[in-house]
T-cell receptor
Framework: TQLLEQSPQFLSIQEGENLTVYCNSS?????LQWYRQEPGEGPVLLVT?????EVKKLKRLTFQFGDARKDSSLHITAAQPGDTGLYLC?????????FGTGTSLTVIP | SQTIHQWPATLVQPVGSPLSLECTVE??????LYWYRQAAGRGLQLLFY??????ISSEVPQNLSASRPQDRQFILSSKKLLLSDSGFYLC????????????FGPGTRLLVL
């Protein structure tokens, strides 16, 4: 079983603060995805990272894939209430996708 | 562009009744298809995945079954629902140019009473 652990599980911060969410595994993945999900809706893809050490930026969000392709981080700068949601990481190996336990983020105005 | 549909959006069923949830994908051919169940605010549990018509792999022994009667259609079924089948069911696809990424449908909220 390829387990992905996310930390923290819950995070509540004030608008304007920075935060980092971690996604860790002992397994190697060919790629890793980050999703954001709002209550009652399906997860929406934010980014896919493929190369070890890769860094991708999406406005205020920065995603990094670990050099060994076992872990990843998501950093949000100057969080806004619209960033509130459940953040999920998923590691891909062939046709299989393994999801993290999720990080529930609340940004307080 | 590719789109994925699920229906119904919400379903309330009595214990012991049958279930059929449908998922269809548009704009791609020969996708890999997946069924997940999600507990409130938590990660996803893979139930079934399919790499082609009639090809189903089950990840978790349970009260549910899946079928793929057409290339872009994936169905989740049960003959007799249990209370523990309640949850949020998500369908996803990957494949083609998107081998490394899954895209999700809007989900079905199932409540078994």
């Amino acid at each position: 079983t390829q387990l992905l652990e996310q930390s923290p599980q819950f995070l509540s911060i004030q608008e304007g603060e920075n935060l980092t969410v971690y996604c860790n595994s002992s397994s190697v993945f060919s790629s890793l995805q980050w999703y954001r999900q709002e209550p009652g809706e399906g997860p929406v893809l934010l980014v896919t990272v493929v190369t070890g050490g890769e860094v991708k930026k999406l406005k205020r969000l920065t995603f990094q894939f670990g050099d060994a392709r076992k872990d990843s981080s998501l950093h949000i700068t100057a969080a806004q209430p619209g960033d509130t949601g459940l953040y999920l990481c998923a590691g891909a190996t062939g046709n299989q996708f393994y999801f993290g336990t999720g990080t529930s983020l609340t940004v307080i105005p | 562009s590719q789109t994925i549909h699920q229906w119904p959006a919400t379903l309330v069923q009595p214990v012991g009744s049958p279930l059929s949830l449908e998922c269809t994908v548009e704009g791609t051919s020969n996708p890999n298809l997946y069924w997940y169940r999600q507990a409130a605010g938590r990660g996803l549990q893979l139930l079934f995945y399919s790499v082609g018509i009639g090809q189903i792999s089950s990840e978790v022994p349970q009260n549910l079954s899946a079928s793929r009667p057409q290339d872009r259609q994936f169905i989740l079924s049960s003959k007799k629902l249990l209370l523990s089948d309640s949850g949020f069911y998500l369908c996803a696809w990957s494949g083609g140019w998107s081998q490394e990424t899954q895209y999700f449908g809007p989900g079905t909220r199932l409540l078994v009473l």
